[in-house]
């Protein structure tokens, strides 16, 4: 879903001409069911023959090294390089072309050829969605308010002008223009009820 999102974000960098990091990829990972004698990592003493086995996303053996971008319910960004930008500007995209149900939190990479270059390769994001029932670790809207806290716009957010087209607030759009019409009557955020289909590209 992630790698999904990326090439959407690189189609909207170019169809705006904004330069951005474009080495960079998301890990290709698996589904692997593992039936007898359970790893120890898994805090399962036994698989019952009867239930299905546990069920692991496998990714490539990557680099002990890792570059933090953000991480689960911190989202900051202290360097100032295009790769981080890019990132920082990839998880405000996402909020914006997921209808704003979903962010991509615990961003980190690997360095790694990408396309025969030097670049990054990205691996186990935690989404935070609306529903908060995509997994263990998403915090639902506390995780996605967590990231309008933290995320400030920089150059490629703003050139790529997500700050207009994708506002970080959980109101929706009719909401919004309300509140930019009245004199601003402090109302708490109402939650958007969409019914939003996120493309699964395994």
């Not at 935070?128 to 967590?146: L, N």
């Amino acid at each position: 879903m992630a790698a999904w999102f990326l090439k959407a974000f690189f189609k909207h960098a170019n169809d705006l001409n904004v330069p951005v990091e474009t080495n960079l990829a998301f890990a290709e990972g698996f589904l692997a069911e593992e039936l007898h004698s359970p790893t120890p990592a898994s805090g399962v003493k036994e698989i019952d023959s009867e239930l299905p086995g546990l069920t692991w996303l496998v990714e490539p053996k990557q680099s002990s090294i890792v570059e933090h971008f953000t991480y689960t319910l911190a989202h900051k960004s202290h360097k100032k390089d295009l790769r981080s930008a890019t990132v920082q500007a990839f998880a405000h995209l996402v909020w914006g072309h997921s209808n704003r149900t979903l962010i991509f939190a615990d961003l980190q990479g690997t360095r790694a050829l990408v396309g025969q270059k030097d670049g990054m390769i990205l691996f186990d994001p935690m989404p935070h969605m609306k529903t908060g029932d995509s997994g263990i670790g998403d915090f639902g809207i506390q995780g996605i308010k967590s990231f309008f806290h933290d995320h400030v716009c920089g150059d490629v957010c703003l050139r790529l002008q997500l700050d207009k087209s994708a506002p970080l607030s959980l109101k929706s759009q009719e909401d919004q223009d309300d509140d930019d019409e009245s004199d601003g009557g402090g109302q708490p955020e109402e939650i958007m009820d969409l019914d939003v289909e996120i493309l699964n590209t395994t």
